[in-house]
């Protein structure tokens, strides 16, 4: 018997808009959210921030968003909107988790 769940993995690419012509696809593999947590776990300067950003959305993304000069509050949204895209739920969703994590 085989147990077909191709169907089920959806492969659908996940994306993130931060501005005008700032589309980014983001990189939801299961080691590249691990090696994410472990970075915040750790460290969450401002450049822990970027590297997580780096790591989930490539180098172009990293320079494009620090060039933005980003407040704090709106690096956070950045961050949140893309950890919502990786887990699959709302941004509002991940908002309140977010908030929960940060007590």
């Keep these: 018997m085989n147990l077909n769940i191709t169907d089920k993995l959806g492969i659908e690419k996940q994306e993130i808009t931060i501005a005008e012509g700032k589309t980014y696809e983001v990189n939801c593999g299961a080691k590249t959210m691990i090696k994410a947590q472990e970075i915040f ?3 969450n300067s401002f450049e822990a921030m970027f590297d997580v950003i780096e790591l989930l959305l490539g180098k172009k993304a990293r320079k494009d968003i620090y060039d933005m000069d980003l407040t704090v509050k709106q690096l956070q949204t950045v961050i949140i909107a893309i950890m919502a895209q ?5 941004y509002e969703e991940m908002e309140k988790r977010f908030q929960t994590s940060i007590k």
């Design 86 to 90: 990786i887990n699959e739920i709302s």
């Design 41 to 43: 776990k750790k460290d």
